[in-house]
């Protein structure tokens, strides 16, 4: 069997003293869509922000690989560690000073040694990959919140990477953008076998693309549910069936 | 018939207490008082037909009330309130009150210094920190390592610079006229208006046009470095780059604190420039001096070491502007407002180190007797 794209073991999240979310213990498969889900508060994004390196847990480690424990490396290390993942942040987190052109072909321009022709290719296929052809010179004020998520997925892909960090992709988009959105994630995992992380609590999305599925629950501050959503419709508890029931009805 | 006040009728019972609801409720009149529920079991809610509540004032006194038995273990029995009030307070109860943060105390004055300088002075590590990890980022650059951006820092040189030429000529211009002025009323009592020029050119080249300079460049430029930075902070931009194992030093604060610190000595002088021809124009065309005559002197009484000098005071303003301007930015909250007081910030940090810094410069060059 495959080891893990990346393991989590005993994390405890805490901010300002205060616990978020304790004693956390899952793996993410690899060429899989792993969604972090539950309520509002909950400490999902929290927790993406633990596994791509901007935050330090309390206690606990981050397993690179299923063996490198992300905290315990030097500084390079976990910048290379981190070029390894590609994040979409909520908003697209796209430079606002630079074009869409300009800020896929960042990552390339300061980690690669690729002339500046290969470049100007690659950042013309990741557009096109995100149905974006056409709007290299818009700059990010310029175009609409999909299209700020779309290159800001194609700005993530920019370096290859191993692992695809999403943070509430869905959130604030119509239902049509949504959908579009939640299409081109798994034609990314089938073409090209990316391992993906999904933090939202969209029920649509988490029924349309996830293969795996954790739910961490706000008030006993800990993990209560993991597996196939579709398995955890009918969990034991009845917080997760709750939460999931309105998805399976749509 | 006329709007009744808004009232409660208590009727006691044998453990029970029978609260009557009455009349118009607005905000605009003393709501009654909360009853005492001392000994009592069960609170019974009714009411009169005439009964109003359009602005919600009898359902928060009912909120009120609920709370209160809540807190003392007293049934509360909602049934005789009209259907739609009864729904919405239900609705109100439904989730449980958390404990929530304590109010915020602050209001007076010596506990808001207290806070105030403790604030201040947990600052302090934070600055050193940031001047820390400055100066690892300049090692980077100096090594080659860091990922500096020379194109963002073209623009910031173009930004910094010559953008801010048409503001540092008004100013320019306008003190240098002020000090010809106040000078020349004074000299003219001697007959000794040549003097203007001495005065004008060594206070403009030497003090002035360095402290006008860094003084404008903290409003509009130190501004604008920590209103980018903190937009970027709260648009997770910042973050952006930290997954890339980008350093923010490197691509956000290198180039600006560089920019900055090319661009001053040379507004530094134009400033002095400026209002050296300013002097000229108030003491050719108001007071009768030569062009020429004013010239000569002008040139006597400058040398390199006032040059230099004000070089020097402008470069030094110039790193505290890019300084606070950065410092403030990088320690951006992730709100709109948390923008606006970094902005705030950074002028007030600027203004304040480089009148500080001003004061030390030219007592410290005074004793060495330049």
Same mark, same amino acid.
């Given at each position: 069997m495959d080891t893990p794209a990346l393991s989590v073991r005993g994390l405890t999240m805490a901010y300002d003293g205060r616990v978020i979310q304790q004693d956390l213990d899952f793996d993410i498969p690899r060429g899989q869509i792993f969604v972090i889900m539950g309520g509002s508060g909950c400490g999902k994004s929290t927790l993406l922000r633990h596994l791509i390196g901007l935050q330090q847990p309390a206690a606990g480690r981050i397993l690179y690989g299923g063996d490198e424990d992300y905290w315990a490396a030097d500084e390079t290390r976990q910048d290379a560690l981190k070029r390894g993942s590609g994040v979409l942040f909520q908003g697209g987190?796209?430079? +606002? +000073?630079?074009t869409l052109a300009e800020n896929i072909a960042l990552p390339l321009e300061e980690f690669t040694d690729l002339p500046a022709a290969a470049i100007r290719e690659i950042v013309a296929v990741k557009l096109a990959l995100v149905g974006l052809s056409g709007f290299e010179n818009h700059y990010p004020a310029e175009i609409s919140g999909g299209m700020k998520k779309r290159a800001g997925l194609a700005r993530a892909m920019a370096l290859n990477p191993d692992i695809l960090f999403c943070d509430e992709p869905s959130a604030g988009l119509d239902p049509l953008s949504a959908r579009r959105l939640d299409e081109l994630l798994l034609e990314l995992r089938a073409s090209l076998g990316s391992t993906i992380v999904l933090v939202t609590h969209e029920l649509a999305s988490i029924f349309a693309v996830a293969d795996q599925a954790i739910f961490l629950d706000a008030e006993s501050r800990t993990m209560t549910a993991s597996g196939n959503p579709h398995h955890l419709a009918q969990h034991g508890s009845a917080l997760v069936r709750h939460f999931l029931a309105r998805g399976e009805d749509a | 018939m006329p709007n009744q006040s808004a009232r409660i009728d208590l009727q006691p019972d044998v453990d029970t207490l029978v609260l009557r609801c009455a009349g118009t409720w607005h905000w605009q009149q003393t709501l009654p008082a909360q009853p005492g529920l001392a000994g009592c079991k069960q609170v019974r809610l009714l009411a009169e037909e005439a009964l109003e509540d359009n602005e919600g004032a009898l359902l928060a006194w009912l909120l009120h009330l609920a709370r209160n038995c809540q807190a003392q273990q007293i049934a509360l029995d909602a049934d005789g309130l009209p259907a739609g009030l009864g729904r919405l307070l239900a609705l109100a109860l439904a989730v449980p009150a958390r404990p929530g943060k304590p109010e915020d105390n602050t209001s007076h004055f010596i506990q808001r210094l207290g806070e105030t300088a403790l604030r201040l002075w947990a600052d302090l590590p934070q600055a050193a920190h940031f001047i820390g990890e400055v100066s690892q980022g300049l090692g980077r650059l100096l090594r080659g390592r860091?990922?500096?951006r020379w194109r963002d820092f073209l623009w910031l040189l173009e930004d910094c610079g010559p953008r801010a030429l048409p503001i540092a000529s008004l100013i320019s211009f306008l003190v240098g006229t002020i000090l010809a002025y106040m000078g020349a009323v004074q000299l003219a009592q001697f007959g000794a208006q040549i003097y203007i020029a001495d005065l004008v050119a060594i206070g403009m080249v030497r003090e002035v046009g360095a402290l006008m300079t860094g003084v404008i460049l903290a409003g509009r430029t130190g501004a604008a470095f920590a209103a980018q930075i903190g937009t970027m902070q709260v648009n997770e931009e910042i973050d952006a780059l930290r997954t890339l194992g980008l350093s923010p030093i490197d691509v956000l604060v290198l180039p600006r604190l560089l920019a900055l610190l090319l661009m001053v000595p040379l507004l530094t002088l134009y400033a002095g420039v400026v209002g050296i021809g300013a002097g000229m124009l108030v003491a050719t065309t108001v007071?009768?001096?030569g062009a020429r005559e004013y010239f000569n002197e002008t040139m006597l009484a400058l040398s390199w070491t006032h040059i230099l000098i004000g070089m020097l005071k402008g470069t030094v303003y110039g790193a505290l502007v890019a300084f606070a301007g950065c410092l403030r930015g990088m320690q951006c909250g992730r709100s709109a407002q948390a923008v606006g007081e970094a902005t705030t910030s950074a002028v007030v940090t600027s203004i304040l180190l480089i009148t500080v810094s001003a004061s030390i410069l030219t007592i410290m060059f005074q004793r060495m007797g330049i």
């Open positions: 987190a796209l430079w +606002s +000073s630079l | 860091a990922n500096f007071f009768g001096v």
